[in-house]
């Protein structure tokens, strides 16, 4: 068996938690969030901590992190004003341009311009989703969890959805992950492609013999 390392997670600190879970729990999806304030002014940045917990209702979650004073950062504070966000997907294509709408600008600049991304207007929210995206889904917030002083669950349900025409199969409803070319990130800033597949058909307890070996007895714990 290979030597392992623990760690008592009541012992650390945010930080070292923070390291030896974004480390290890790979790869994850980002959302590239766009949101408005009550003036129209458009907001875009990336998360991390997101994913999709449920298809009925159709549930996207985000993990948004307050500022270390625990004031809210635009996304979350324009998602508790308006009610709605819009999550874009992030391809290869528009990396880079994620990465401007990473940095903490000031109220009233808008990313998205400075990264050379297009708002098209929302059409069952006020927030706009980005053309260049493959795949977008906007969103009504249904809940916020406050975990603590530090994050905010923010859940959504998806009213609506635009996909690149390449990037989905009609018929069948079908993703195709190649036209989607999805990034994620990993541990620090690496990033990662989703360009290395294989499929994995879930077994049947059929396709298996069960020995006795195999069975919990009365003295197996």
Same mark, same amino acid.
């Given at each position: 068996? +290979?030597?392992?390392i623990? !760690?008592d997670f009541?012992a650390?600190? *945010?930080?070292?938690? !923070? $390291?030896?879970m974004?480390?290890? #729990?790979?790869p &994850?999806?980002?959302?590239?969030? @766009?949101?408005?304030?009550p003036?129209g002014?458009?907001n875009?940045?990336?998360?991390? /901590?997101?994913?999709?917990?449920?298809?009925?209702?159709?549930?996207?979650a985000l993990?948004i992190?307050?500022?270390?004073?625990?004031s809210?950062k635009?996304?979350? &504070?324009n998602?508790?004003?308006?009610?709605?966000?819009?999550?874009n997907?992030v391809?290869?294509?528009?990396?880079?341009?994620m990465h401007?709408?990473?940095?903490?600008?000031p109220?009233?600049?808008n990313?998205?311009?400075?990264?050379?991304?297009?708002? &098209?207007?929302?059409?069952?929210? #006020?927030s706009?989703? #980005?053309?260049?995206? +493959?795949a977008?889904?906007?969103?009504?917030?249904?809940?916020t969890l406050e975990? *603590?002083k530090?994050?905010?669950?923010?859940?959504?349900?998806?009213?609506?959805?635009?996909?690149h025409a390449?990037?989905?199969?009609?018929?069948?409803?079908?993703?195709?992950p190649?036209?989607?070319?999805?990034?994620?990130?990993?541990?620090?800033?690496t990033?990662? @492609?989703?360009r290395?597949?294989?499929?994995? $058909?879930?077994?049947?307890a059929?396709? /298996?013999?069960?020995g006795?070996?195999?069975v919990?007895?009365?003295?197996?714990m």
């Amino acid at each position: 068996m +290979p030597k392992t390392i623990d !760690y008592d997670f009541t012992a650390l600190t *945010g930080r070292e938690k !923070y $390291k030896l879970m974004i480390g290890a #729990i790979v790869p &994850r999806p980002i959302a590239l969030v @766009t949101t408005v304030d009550p003036e129209g002014r458009i907001n875009a940045a990336p998360f991390s /901590f997101f994913n999709c917990l449920s298809s009925d209702p159709p549930i996207l979650a985000l993990g948004i992190e307050n500022r270390p004073d625990m004031s809210l950062k635009h996304t979350a &504070r324009n998602i508790r004003l308006t009610e709605v966000f819009t999550v874009n997907i992030v391809s290869v294509a528009i990396a880079e341009a994620m990465h401007v709408c990473a940095a903490d600008f000031p109220d009233g600049v808008n990313e998205l311009a400075l990264a050379g991304l297009t708002a &098209r207007p929302g059409k069952a929210v #006020i927030s706009p989703w #980005i053309a260049e995206s +493959p795949a977008a889904f906007e969103c009504r917030r249904t809940m916020t969890l406050e975990l *603590g002083k530090s994050r905010q669950i923010i859940l959504g349900e998806i009213l609506h959805a635009h996909f690149h025409a390449d990037a989905v199969d009609t018929e069948r409803l079908a993703v195709n992950p190649a036209a989607l070319d999805a990034i994620a990130r990993l541990g620090g800033d690496t990033c990662c @492609t989703i360009r290395d597949r294989w499929d994995m $058909k879930t077994p049947r307890a059929s396709d /298996f013999e069960v020995g006795p070996a195999s069975v919990f007895g009365p003295d197996s714990m």
